[in-house]
């Protein structure tokens, strides 16, 4: 919006852009080029990602798949492990270079209304009212300000994860050796079953240049049904034997804890009202099965920038003018991603076996396997067969169908 030559402000209740944001937080490269082009050679990014693992833990095992490829290690790379508080801050820089002013410390606590119509915003005090045509709401996933023009509803448990994160130091050269990673190149774990217990979301650990990410998180609707607290489940995560070594003699310089809108394409709020549009997290635009939101929040900031010059351009800013933001929307592969994966959630709520019985079974069949005794390994086989057989027949294809169909 400054770009094109509006007059653009942007309020920030942090003491910095980036002091109160809470992610993994993986940032992929081709989103962020189109936003600011050359942002490899100047922001502040930790490692390239150069491989993916997913791992299925039991409370004794662990197996999973891992993916590396040199393509991957090979610039232009996919994706980067960064920290959001000097990334942010390098970002907030940029729209400043475009001739936003960006002010930290202000805290917006409400709207202001003219004819049932959004003019501006008020930090609460006498000389803090700001008038604009048109607000662009951007307060993340609880979005006060969201709600209080009526454009969403408090999110129910089911359309939110919490998740507990930590931040652990440890020497880039110890962070190489443990993960097996090339000086300089990182990884990215997802880790499914025992890191949540059991519940519906996953753990994650993300390399930093000389920290490691780690955090576990589930629907807030099976924490409160279960009455399991995130950060014990956090802590029993970083304890198992598959885990604890990989963090030991690492110091936690950050421990946090936050939401994420995982509501998604069925539960999207309205995203423009008279006078203003909703995005990023506060939006609900959020897809979690590829723990993307960072680039998700920054294209629909764009795309409601571009309806808001457009606004600016025909001199209306009624929501029916701004009703262009959610055209652009669902033109965008946001909404064809989050469309896709609408049902996941729910298919998979509903079968909380999935990631407690199956991961029990399948660390069964490899434990049999893999152990050498004189038993042939015909016979083995056939064992691992029997025991897939025994599996509740009517349960594994509702489940098996069930996937696909969410998926498809
Ligand atoms: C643990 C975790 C891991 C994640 N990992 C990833 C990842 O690896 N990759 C990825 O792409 N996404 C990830 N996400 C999602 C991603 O963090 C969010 O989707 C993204 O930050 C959304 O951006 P946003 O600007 O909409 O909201 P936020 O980042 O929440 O920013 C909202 C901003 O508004 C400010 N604010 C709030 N209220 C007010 C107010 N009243 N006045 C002034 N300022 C206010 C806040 O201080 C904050 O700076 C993760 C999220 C979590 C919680």
Redesign the pocket.
């Known amino acids: 919006m400054a770009a094109a030559g509006l007059s653009v402000v942007v ?4 003491q910095y ?12 490269r081709e989103p962020t080029e189109a936003m600011a082009p050359g942002f490899e050679e100047e922001a502040p990014l930790e490692r390239p990602i150069i491989e993916q693992r997913y791992l299925l833990l039991t409370d004794k095992a662990m197996m999973g798949a891992a993916y590396r490829s040199q393509r991957l290690a090979t610039p232009p790379y996919n994706a980067y492990s960064v920290l959001r508080a000097p990334f ?1 801050q390098w970002y907030a820089g940029k729209a400043e270079e475009a001739g936003a002013e960006v002010y930290p410390e ?4 409400d709207l202001l209304w003219e004819d049932g119509a959004v003019v501006g915003v008020t930090t609460g005090d006498a000389e803090g009212e700001l008038l604009a045509r048109c607000v662009v709401i ?4 609880n979005s ?2 969201a709600q209080r023009i009526g454009l969403h509803r408090e999110w129910a448990p089911i359309e939110q994860a919490l ?1 507990a ?1 930590e931040l652990i130091a440890l020497a880039p050269d110890v962070i190489e050796a443990r993960f097996a990673l090339p000086a300089g190149m990182g990884t990215a774990l997802e880790i499914f079953g025992e890191s949540t217990a059991g519940l519906l979301g996953y753990g ?1 650990i ?1 390399t930093n240049r000389e920290s490691l990410s780690i ?1 576990t ?1 589930a629907l807030l609707e099976d924490l409160i049904e279960t009455g399991l607290n995130v950060n014990d489940i956090l802590d029993r995560f970083k304890a198992h034997p598959a885990i604890a070594p990989l963090i030991e003699g690492g110091e936690t310089l950050e421990y946090s804890g ?3 809108p995982e509501g998604g394409y069925n539960r999207l709020p309205q995203v423009y009202a008279d006078g203003a549009v909703v ?4 939006a609900q ?2 897809n979690p099965i590829n ?7 920054m294209l629909s900031g764009k795309l409601a920038a571009q309806a808001v010059v457009e606004a600016k351009a025909a001199d209306d800013f009624s929501a029916m003018s701004l009703s262009r933001y959610r055209e652009l929307l669902d033109e965008s592969v946001i909404m064809a991603d989050l469309r896709a994966i609408r049902n996941v959630t729910d298919f998979a709520h509903g079968r909380p076996h999935l990631l407690r019985d199956y991961p029990e079974v399948l660390s069964e069949m490899f434990e049999d396997y893999l152990r050498v005794s004189d038993v042939p390994k015909e016979t083995k086989l056939k064992k691992m067969v029997g025991r897939a057989m025994a599996l509740p027949k009517r349960r594994l294809m509702a489940d098996l169908f069930g996937a696909a169909r969410s998926l498809l």
């Open positions: 309020l920030e209740r942090g852009p980036g002091a109160k944001n809470v992610w993994g937080g993986i940032l992929y942010d202000f805290t917006v606590v951007a307060d993340g996933v006060l300000l998740v994160k994650f993300y955090g998180g936050h939401l994420i995005i990023g997290d506060a635009l959020v723990r993307e939101g960072g680039n998700l929040a």
